[in-house]
């Protein structure tokens, strides 16, 4: 009996089991995922921020509680694994944190649909502070970037964003939230120096100062 079909067989099975993943697959870096995860816990927000308002807090103190929560495990983080920042991080740090406290404020203030919405401008803010302070040239990318964050936000609240009231407050807390981001995120990865347990516990630190004051 001829045994060359069960070896050609056998051939195809083991290419098949050994072949690679898709190119795109290969590339996407675990980080790419942990990034996706937590874009979409920003939009639970609200429920923390719910809770909170439920005990009794509002404004700037339901952004220093849930800082001051966030301490203990940035702690025990940063005994546990020994770590350095730089100045530059330190203080893009802070702006990170002022950002955190500001969404959280914003939320209890306006529609948190609206917060998010002008939270979400930071893509915008990035793309400029590339541009003018990093040296990034002007390219579609960066326009497209730029015209898709501004005209996400008309469309979908039909260009009534209003800025009267506390409502007014809230919209302006979160479009400030979104541009201090943008400049934390900026100062930080620019820096050489920032490893990720300092850089959480500097930025819980600058989220409770900033409620606090």
């Keep these: ?11 195809l099975v083991k290419t098949t089991v050994r072949r690679k993943a898709p190119p795109m697959l290969r590339q996407i870096n675990p980080a790419i995922w942990v990034v996706m995860f937590c874009a979409a816990m920003w939009g639970f927000w609200w429920y923390p921020v719910a809770l909170f308002e439920s005990a009794g807090l509002e404004g700037p103190w339901i952004g220093f509680a849930m800082n001051v929560a966030a301490m203990p495990v940035a702690l025990i983080w940063c005994l546990v694994r020994p770590g350095a920042v730089s100045s530059r991080a330190v203080l893009g740090c802070l702006f990170v944190g002022l950002a955190v406290t500001l969404y959280a404020v914003a939320a209890s203030y306006t529609d948190f649909i609206r917060a ?6 930071a893509p915008a803010w990035s793309t400029l502070i590339e541009i003018f302070f990093f ?3 002007w390219s579609l990318q960066s326009i497209f970037a730029i015209a898709f964050s501004l005209g996400g936000v008309l469309l979908i609240s039909r260009g009534e964003i209003s800025f009267d009231g506390l409502g007014a407050l809230g919209d302006w807390m979160a479009l400030g939230s979104g541009l201090a981001w943008s400049i934390g995120i900026a100062l930080a990865f620019s820096s050489r120096q920032a490893t990720a347990n300092r850089v959480m516990l500097i930025t819980v630190l600058g989220g409770a100062l900033s409620a606090f004051l």
């Design 116 to 121: 998010v919405l002008l939270f979400y401008l």
């Design 1 to 11: 009996m001829d045994s060359r079909p069960a070896q050609v067989h056998d051939l």
């Design 135 to 137: 040296g990034r040239r």
